[in-house]
């Protein structure tokens, strides 16, 4: 496998690009593709076998299953990330270990219903939340550790909006490539 189609599989959408600028269009597009991420998921992964979700969408990379719910667990911290934005002054959020996470007996066998479920509900929350912010609050930040990066919220609807587009693109070309329909 060459580089270029490991990076493809990688990043079928390619990776986030911040905007130039944050228009109430932009915005607006990021949260509705943030509202609709649980339906447009469902549609593609609840017909599939457990054989099917167990499946990697990449050689060494996680199982159709795994990438669910990391979703659900990736969309939580961000929906207290910005909570955290809100109510304290440029805090410092809590990292973790996505990889590890995902190597959590929840994560490699646990069912995915319930955590379709779960994504309906954070997204509507999250949707309902990134639609009433003002245009002061979209400029409200927090600081990851990792690399003590300031992150304001606007950005943070297109990085999010961008993550959940990205793993259902896994999805949907694992489909393709193994033509499950």
């Known amino acids: ?40 998921l469902e549609k593609e992964v609840l017909h599939l076998s457990n054989e099917q979700l167990d ?22 911290h ?40 779960l994504l309906k509900g954070l997204h509507f929350r999250l949707a309902y939340i990134m639609k009433n912010l003002s245009e002061a609050d979209l400029e409200k930040t927090f600081v990851h550790p990792s690399d003590n990066s300031e992150n304001k919220l606007k950005k943070i609807i297109g990085m999010y909006a961008w993550h959940g587009n990205h793993h259902l693109a896994h999805i949907t070309s694992l489909k393709k490539y193994k033509n499950w329909g």
């Open 55 to 76: 499946t990697p969408y990449s050689p060494g990379g996680w199982t159709v299953r795994q990438v669910i719910h990391h979703c659900a667990e990736s969309h939580m």
């Open 1 to 40: 496998m060459t580089e270029l189609s490991l990076e493809k599989l990688k990043y079928p959408i390619g990776k986030f690009l911040a905007p130039d600028s944050y228009t109430a269009a932009y915005l607006a597009q990021k949260m509705e593709e943030i509202a609709t991420f649980p339906k447009r």
């Open 78 to 117: 961000c929906f207290i990330r910005i909570k955290w934005a809100l109510t304290e002054n440029n805090p410092v959020i809590k990292a973790y270990d996505e990889v590890l996470w995902c190597e959590l007996p929840d994560n490699l066998k646990m069912p995915i219903e319930p955590t379709l479920n």
